[in-house]
């Protein structure tokens, strides 16, 4: 597929993209990018277009009806030969069905298109073949033949060119019996039925055209002792019946094989088919206590614990027995779900580590997609309902105007309370989370208080009120309308220049010093950073740090430091530490970690924006940075 399809479906797919998504998702520069954007829009002639908004390239659709048809003379187009991706797809069909050499000039002439191009699709067929042991071979004046393990060869087309060799492939009723009956019989869901059905498709015509399956490397011997084989054997007796053809039971195998690295079902009934086995359980105890170790966020036994023990049972047969995944947006994940990426990381280096097997980016995704799950759930479940009281200067029709525009940005569970200021009385706020207030007067009261005009910047609040979430456990000013927690998190004496000469454990001993001299720590939270340093690293990468521990004496608060040293533009070394302690767990909602975690990480990935952050020598110019800086990674984040 063209570029200017793939970028019409992405956005399709998306509904936005920003710039380096469509980078790397296509392998060009985003002056390639902005040029085939401007080729889009004039193929669409007015009827959508393609923006670049602050960053991210969106789709805007000005005429459905006349769209639908200009998108899908689009993405007929890019499935023709002016398409390299369909013309490499179209010479391998060529060599998998020749009973001779075929030649490179008449590939040129079948596709229309001159003997260089075809000359320049041929590398890269023989490059992607290269990956399968799959060779290429071309002799002067005798043509190209393809010399492959009929099992690797298989997998190169359902890797990579299926939809070009095997589009409008026929299948009668009376093949697709046996696959339908074993696929209602073992109660597969459509997307496991349509998966199995590409398999299948190429065991048919491999099969017919005789080149059956004799045999399979001999890690594949496992497969017999899944549940997923006896799927394949009931379809392959089927089908041979049908054919008449006797299957090698190597074919049997092969049909189990998308069954065993199929995506996990939703419902019990399915599971209970295809039961994890105890090393998978053992595999995730090891991953959660790895996270617990290194990012000190622990998740607690629940339903989705237990389909993610099955997801990783479905995976790790994928990737034992090469079954490739569904492309899974990593690259989008990544930035969408730092912290969830983080976690599937680690995850993914207990796997490798355990098991010996490679995890592929996409299954790096599938991962992260549960852990960010697994995060939205516990903040859910943490989150209070909160009770908010507005106090209005004149009359409840000013506050229930408040009320509406604070109801568009707050949870739905919000209780809200009209107060007039007569009715203001300090043991009547202190029993509310938050007072909202449109009056000048100064209320008395120890609950937490955002004094507004009747038309506010909801933007602005929202960001003040998650902050307040966290109020209890940590010395957030009342005031700082940052959009950055950590900013919240921190004051003057607690913002560190720090001397770039010296190694990150001195530093970080300074920073220890000065918790300890505010007294909000003492030596034995030293020696708790220490032993956690010791399990494991909490440099997140070369150039940010954060290490963190549980504060002993029973504090409730949650207390921070961050400290920078100042570098040069490209220069390596550590940039920023952020010392963070926090209450035992069973005091405190671990979400503020995660939330910070998300913002720690989302600085790393901007490199410029921490070396500027790196030679800031001041709290005021720190906040300031991260509140007022239009292109700050959290901008935006909620």
């Known amino acids: 597929m063209n570029r200017r399809a793939e970028i019409l479906l992405h956005l399709e797919r998306r509904l936005s993209s920003p710039v380096e998504i469509l980078v790397g998702r296509l392998g060009v520069s985003a002056k390639t990018i902005a040029n085939d954007v401007q080729d889009l829009n004039t193929a669409l002639a007015g009827t959508a277009s393609v923006h670049l908004d602050e960053g991210r390239y969106r789709l805007w659709v000005v005429d459905r009806e006349r769209y639908a048809q200009m998108r899908t003379d689009l993405v007929d187009a890019s499935r023709s030969f002016n398409d390299p991706v369909t013309r490499v797809g179209y010479a ?31 590398a890269r067929l023989r490059e992607e073949a290269a990956i399968y ?20 060869l298989r997998l190169f087309i359902l890797d990579r060119h299926y939809e070009t060799v095997y589009s409008g492939y026929p299948l009668d009723d009376d093949l697709t019996h046996p696959l339908d009956v074993a696929v209602q019989e073992f109660q597969l869901g459509v997307q496991a039925a349509e998966e199995i059905r ?3 498709t190429v065991l048919l015509d491999r099969v017919l055209t005789g080149h059956a399956l004799d045999h399979l490397p001999d890690d594949y011997q496992r497969v017999t002792e899944l549940p997923a084989h006896a799927f394949g054997v009931q379809v392959a007796d089927a089908v041979a019946g049908t054919i008449q053809v006797d ?19 939703r419902d019990e009934i399915r599971l209970t088919r295809f039961p994890a086995p105890a090393e998978i359980s053992d595999l995730v105890q090891l991953i959660l206590d790895a996270i617990s170790a290194e990012m000190d966020i622990r998740i607690p036994p629940t339903a989705l614990l237990k389909e993610f023990v099955h997801h990783l049972t479905f995976m790790v047969n994928r990737l034992r027995f090469r079954v490739r995944a569904t492309d899974r947006a990593t690259a989008e994940l990544r930035a969408a779900y730092p912290v969830a990426f983080r976690m599937a990381t680690i995850a993914a280096q207990i796997i490798e580590r355990e098991l010996e097997l490679t995890i592929a980016d996409e299954e790096l995704g599938f991962i992260a997609s549960y852990f960010q799950v697994f995060l939205e759930e516990r903040r859910n479940s943490s989150t209070p309902a909160y009770r908010v009281a507005i106090v209005a200067q004149v009359g409840r029709v000013s506050a229930r105007l408040v009320q509406l525009q604070l109801a568009k940005i ?37 609950s937490a208080t955002i004094q507004l005009a009747e038309v506010f910047d909801s933007e602005e609040l929202l960001g003040h009120i998650n902050r307040l979430r966290f109020d209890r456990q940590a010395l957030i000013p009342l005031g700082a309308s940052s959009r950055s927690l950590l900013a919240s998190l921190i004051d003057r004496d607690r913002f560190m220049a720090l001397d770039p000469n010296v190694s990150y454990r001195e530093n970080l001993e300074t920073m220890i010093d000065r918790l300890i001299a505010l007294g909000f720590a003492d030596e034995e939270f030293r020696t708790r950073l220490h032993e956690r340093e010791r399990r494991a690293t909490m440099a997140l990468d070369p150039h940010i740090a954060f290490p963190h521990a549980t504060l002993p004496g029973g504090g409730s608060r949650i207390v921070v430091v961050v400290g920078v040293m100042p570098r040069d533009t490209g220069a390596d070394g550590l940039r920023m530490i952020v010392l963070m302690g926090v209450p035992d767990k069973g005091d405190y909602d671990d979400t503020v970690l995660v939330d910070v975690y998300d913002e720690i990480i989302r600085l790393a990935a901007d490199r410029a924006g921490l070396d500027r952050i790196s030679r800031l020598n001041s709290y005021e110019q720190f906040f300031l940075y991260m509140t007022d800086t239009p292109d700050h990674p959290t901008k935006g984040r909620q």
């Not at 049909?255 to 079902?265: D, F, S």
């Not at 300090?426 to 209320?443: H, N, W």
């Open 92 to 122: 391998l069909s060529r060599l998998i069905r020749a009973d001779r050499p075929v030649l490179t000039e008449d590939l040129a002439k079948e596709m229309s298109i001159g003997r260089t191009t075809a000359i320049v699709d041929l």
């Open 247 to 265: 299957l090698h039971p190597a074919e049997a195998v092969f049909l189990a094989l998308p069954v065993a690295g199929m995506h996990t079902p």
């Open 410 to 446: 707050l949870a739905e569970t919000t209780q809200y309370t009209l107060l007039s200021l007569d009715e203001a009385f300090p043991e009547t706020l202190d029993t509310f989370d938050l007072i909202v207030s449109t009056t000048r007067a100064q209320l008395a009261t120890s």
């Open 133 to 152: 042991g799959i060779a290429v071979i071309g002799r002067p004046h005798a043509g190209l033949e393809l010399h492959a393990d009929e099992f690797a």
């Open 198 to 200: 590409r398999w299948y």
